[in-house]
């Protein structure tokens, strides 16, 4: 449907050269219909929805601009492929203005993850390591390194940390704020931001859910990614190289589906460094429940231990909701305690509170998930393990 969706936007963008006022309102509503329709969809992921929603706010602002002038011109492509006089593309500062105030300290469990950082990123940069690491890399100190792993895992979380650990500026990239409706601007956006890059001497590239711009090139899902990826990759190529002493590059990318990504991505001297974000051991799930359980009153059963023991195999995030849900309840009960005599009455949080929210509450990794990433780390398909595991049954 998206290779529809782009379609429209190309009869769209025509009319509108043309002048064709007819021609305009027929795509565009097309356009809206078929957002709408896709928007609504349970099996349509949050990155297109986005990227439905971003190009359709795009075809209205326009239409807007269309009816209160004679004709704005949209976009047309230079002769090096460059979009002149875009109404959709405006320039923005990719990275923050600030290194993020973390470290690996503000990292919960995951301890295999860190020490990679730490082997692959870290220790290069101290002088005891120097020697070493120059005998078998020589002056290369960047890297670029693909985050795997369920959703809710805190990738995001980690890259921030291993940028304030580095005193790196570090450019966040959703790639939803990297499409865009018109042909030739996601490209300008990519080139922008390893710009940019090029002109830090420490710096992160952090490509979040990087599968909606960088699917297998094969299939149907990157008809309309193709170009996005092919400039991503070519930027990618001699970034690491640098020119000052100390001069830092590093490209992070995350995925929840990495069985998706196209193999042009995971090639030498690429993201050939591939590490699996897992979810939260035990230790790590009494921390996250810890630091949430007291700051609340509670009754003297619920306990770190029972409520850890409860949320195996549950992500750092949704331990988060399951927490903020399970506070929810005494809060409830104490607003309608005031509301109806006047006072608070000491409400504290109980184990039939935890009960009730544990019951309640669609964890947002399943076992087919997991499934999914260890069929990943054999490198075998997902029906291929499936069929194993049936024929040990």
């Known amino acids: 449907m998206i290779g529809i969706f782009n379609n429209k936007v190309a009869v769209f963008n025509k009319a509108v050269n043309a002048k064709d006022i007819g021609a305009v309102c027929e795509a565009g509503a097309d356009m809206l219909r078929i957002a709408l329709e896709q928007c609504a969809n349970p099996n349509v992921s949050m990155t297109l929805k986005d990227t439905y929603r971003k190009q359709c ?23 090096d492929g460059e979009m002149v006089g875009d109404p959709y593309y405006s320039e923005k500062n990719w990275f923050s203005d600030e290194v993020p105030k973390l470290n690996f300290t503000n990292i919960i469990g995951v301890q295999e993850v860190k020490d990679a950082f730490m082997v692959d990123v870290v220790a290069p940069l101290r002088p005891e390591f120097q020697t070493v690491y120059h005998k078998f890399r020589g002056n290369q100190l960047g890297t670029q390194i693909l985050l795997y792993g ?16 580095l005193n790196c500026k570090i450019a966040v990239v959703q790639t939803s704020e990297v499409l865009a409706s018109v042909v030739g601007v ?71 589906l990495p069985w ?50 409860r949320l195996d195999g549950y992500a ?27 006072q608070a009455k000491g409400e504290v949080v109980t184990l039939s509170d935890c009960d009730k929210v544990l019951k309640n509450y669609i964890n947002g990794v399943t076992p087919e998930t997991l499934l999914r990433f260890k069929a990943y780390d054999m490198g075998v398909s997902y029906e291929e393990l499936l069929a194993s595991l049936k024929r040990r049954e």
Request: net charge neutral; charged share 25%.
């Open 57 to 79: 706010n795009n075809v209205i602002e326009h239409l807007i601009r269309y009816a209160k002038q004679p004709f704005v011109p949209v976009a047309h492509s230079g002769g």
């Open 150 to 165: 369920p959703p809710g895992t805190g990738k995001t979380h980690i890259v921030k940390c291993l940028a304030g650990a």
């Open 186 to 256: 996601a490209e300008k956006n990519m080139r922008d931001i390893f710009a940019q890059a090029a002109e830090l001497d420490r710096c992160i590239i952090f490509l979040d859910e990087i599968d909606s711009i960088c699917s297998d090139r094969s299939s149907d899902d990157s008809r309309h990614t193709k170009s996005i990826l092919t400039t991503m990759l070519t930027c990618m190529d001699g970034f690491l190289k640098t020119t000052k002493p100390n001069q830092l590059r590093i490209i992070v990318a995350a995925t929840n």
């Open 260 to 309: 998706k990504l196209d193999s042009a991505l995971k090639r030498g001297g690429r993201f050939e460094t591939q590490i699996y974000v897992p979810l939260p051991d035990e230790d790590a799930r009494k921390k996250f429940v810890e630091l949430d359980l007291n700051k609340l009153p509670h009754a003297e059963n619920v306990t770190i231990d029972y409520l850890a023991g």
């Open 316 to 342: 750092g995030a949704d331990i988060k909701a399951v927490m903020k849900q399970i506070a929810n309840e005494p809060l409830r009960r104490e607003v309608l305690n005031i509301m109806r005599d006047g």
